[in-house]
């Protein structure tokens, strides 16, 4: 039992053997005996305590699950609540129980966490802030919020980060990443959902939820991307009163997204602001590649002359600019039925180290984008089409990467928010237009020739760095490290032909690039003429051109 022995050996063997009761009481009995955890409860029969066994008894094993983790603590909810996103790996039953998960928690004790705002803030809260309110508005189990009034008569709101939580979701996270890994190898079927990489995706993302001025520095990166957009409102953050364990924030005072009778009270315009809703989240996305990753109406207000507030960055997610084309590419085959075009990106996201059949998977995947070739885009749910193609994932067993799946996570929220806003709005409609200006700025020539100085960077980048790896080298053969045996009789030959080769190709490869450059460049307007045409489009099939010529006069020469 390598894996139990090590877990014995463990400082945390406390806490691990508290998880693997919790689980038993809760059902869930045969996942702790294949992990190899049994034994360990030899000497724990009284911390089961099974009073509540009939109950238990009746519940279904994803209801099982939340019950368990919810009684786990923040780290085990914060980890229910990232799988309640992973629709390409749990079934619609488990997501609908996971999503249950909330993070409210009993208050701390105001003592308790007044010592502790006392040190991070220099001062007992009472001579920093003109008011202050020992109630908490919100208790959650990371972190609690209390509301203040600056000295100036700025309203405030004060997070303040419980006491003693960070050792505890330490511990119970090195416990996870040593359960992943055990899972994985006493369940081969986990491996393609790569439970390991999961339990780092939550440590990661518990982490930066602890540290309270990162919040605020998410903040203040995504009021910089709306800046000059009034209808988009982000708090204001203090900054000389905000640290890793508490952060000052502008309070807004709106009506809760949720609140669907306040909303008609207040005379707001539901269809404006689910359109506005939707377009500032895929601005984020799809331009920023930056956005809030958690956007469910408790972190939503609407203001007089239908504004939106977004509150609470502790969870945001990142699109880099390659997986930004591929999603606009994704998306737009969505909408627009193109099912060669889907099934091209899941294929290139799910990756080469899976065995799967990619005749199977295209074809289920075409089939299912051509049920809906002739229905009008206003009757599309991106929602449900986002989902089916992660259930025909899950069907093959494939997983997305976890940046992907929450990314899905939040288009399937907002599309939910938006109808229950107005029962009329069609994610789909008000992503197509947005989608294609984004692709259309992808292939501007402005954007073409950062991308190609990009990739001369980064060529020159390797070449800058031979020098180096070329030392290195040396330094590892006169240590006797390396052993070379060479059976070439004629190697400065050989080094001229490869030296050729070597040359024709990448002229072969400038040359098709300047063919397709060029080609994208002709279809699109504006920008300098030459003879009635595009001059950059022009100049680079001259060159090409050149290019060609140059090929078939060396490919005449004995290589």
């Known amino acids: 039992m390598p894996i139990l022995q090590t877990l014995l050996n463990a400082r945390d063997l406390g806490r691990l053997q508290h998880i693997a009761a919790v689980f038993v009481r809760h ?39 939340r019950s368990a983790l919810e009684e786990l603590g923040p780290t085990f909810v914060k980890l229910g609540q990232i799988m309640a996103g992973r629709a390409d790996l749990l079934g619609p039953e488990w997501i609908a129980q996971l999503e249950k998960l909330h993070s409210s928690a009993p208050p701390v004790d105001i003592e308790r966490l007044r010592a502790q705002l006392t040190e991070d803030l220099g001062a007992p809260p009472e001579e920093v802030f003109r008011d202050w309110e020992d109630t908490p508005l919100a208790a959650a189990s990371i972190a609690q919020v209390h509301a203040a009034t600056l000295p100036d008569g700025t309203e405030v709101v004060v997070k303040v980060r419980r006491p003693g939580i960070e050792a505890t979701i330490d511990a119970d996270l090195r416990l996870l990443e040593r359960l992943a890994g055990a899972a994985e190898r006493q369940w081969p079927e986990l491996r393609p959902y790569r439970p390991i990489e999961l339990a780092r995706q939550l440590a990661r993302s518990l982490r930066r939820e602890l540290d309270l001025a990162s919040e605020c520095r998410h903040a203040e990166r995504i009021a910089a991307s709306f800046e000059g957009q ?23 005072r709106g009506v809760p997204a949720e609140d669907q009778a306040a909303i008609d009270a207040a005379g707001l315009d539901r269809h404006l602001i689910a359109r506005r809703g939707a377009s500032a989240v895929l601005k984020m996305v799809v331009h920023d590649g930056f956005f809030h990753a958690d956007p469910h109406p408790g972190n939503l207000f609407f203001l007089p ?101 929450l990314l899905i996570k939040v288009f399937v929220t907002l599309e939910g928010l938006g109808r229950s806003l107005d029962p009329e709005f069609h994610m789909a409609a008000e992503a197509l237009p947005l989608l294609r200006q984004a692709l259309h700025e992808r292939y501007q020539p402005r954007a073409l020739a950062q991308r190609g100085w990009q990739a001369v960077r980064q060529v020159a980048g390797l070449l800058g760095g031979l020098p180096r790896d070329l030392a290195r080298l040396l330094r590892t053969a006169r240590k006797g490290r390396i052993q070379v045996q060479i059976d070439v009789t004629d190697l400065r030959a050989v080094a001229d032909q490869l030296d050729r080769a070597a040359q024709r190709i990448a002229v072969g490869l400038v040359v098709a690039a300047l063919v397709i450059g060029s080609s994208i460049v002709m279809t699109v307007g504006g920008g ?24 078939l006069w060396s490919g005449r020469r004995r290589p």
């Open 27 to 65: 059902g869930l009995g045969d996942m702790v005996h294949r992990l190899g955890w049994a034994d360990l409860l030899d000497k724990a029969g009284h911390a089961l305590r099974i009073e509540h066994a009939a109950h238990l008894a009746r519940l279904t094993p994803p209801e099982q699950l």
């Open 230 to 252: 009034t209808d988009i409102i982000i708090p204001r953050v203090v900054w000389a009163h905000t640290s890793r364990r508490v952060n000052v924030q502008q309070r807004v």
């Open 305 to 405: 002359g239908n504004r939106i507030a977004f509150v609470d960055f502790g969870m945001v997610g990142r699109v880099m600019p390659q997986r930004r084309d591929e999603l606009l590419m994704l998306m737009l085959g969505l909408v627009q039925r193109d099912a060669g075009a889907v099934a091209e990106v899941l294929l290139e996201w799910t990756g080469d180290d899976n065995e799967i059949d990619d005749n199977a998977l295209r074809t289920d995947i075409e089939s299912f984008v051509d049920q809906y070739h002739g229905v009008p885009l206003a009757q599309l749910s991106l929602a449900s089409m986002l989902g089916d193609v992660t259930t025909i994932l899950r069907a093959h067993h494939l997983a997305l990467p976890s940046d992907l799946a």
């Open 528 to 551: 300098p003429q030459l003879f009635g045409l595009p001059a950059f489009g022009l100049l680079g099939f001259v060159g090409a051109g050149v290019g060609g010529l140059w090929l």
